[in-house]
């Protein structure tokens, strides 16, 4: 997957060789869009929310939950045929984190 400079805007920019490192190994068109649905919203949280820890932080949390429930090595082996589980545990994440 091609990743543009104009994607990488919303990534501080420390962050953006890994992001889009991360984003063109990604193969699987579903999968990257539920990665990049992570990213945006860990940034949004990150950007409204003082937060004691890093964005970057709280989307390892997400794909660690993914990884364990789904018996991941690596986020980047997530199918799309996982994406729709992967969803649900990231809105249930999502939820969880608003309290």
Request: no cysteine.
């Given at each position: 997957m091609q990743v543009t400079e104009e994607q990488l805007k919303v990534f501080p920019e420390e962050d953006r060789p890994w992001v889009r490192k991360a984003l063109t190994n990604q193969r699987n068109p579903k999968a990257v869009a539920l990665k990049q649905e992570i990213h945006d919203w860990a940034h949004e949280k990150y950007e409204k929310h003082e937060?004691?820890?890093?964005?970057?932080?709280?989307?390892?949390?997400?794909?660690?939950?993914?990884?364990?429930?789904?018996?991941?090595?690596?986020?980047?082996?997530?199918?799309?045929?996982?994406?729709?589980?992967?969803?649900?545990?990231?809105?249930?994440?999502?939820?969880?984190?608003?309290?």
């Open positions: 937060l004691p820890f890093r964005w970057v932080d709280l989307v390892a949390a997400v794909h660690t939950v993914i990884k364990l429930r789904l018996n991941l090595k690596n986020i980047l082996t997530l199918t799309d045929e996982q994406v729709p589980e992967a969803r649900k545990l990231f809105e249930k994440f999502k939820a969880d984190f608003d309290i």
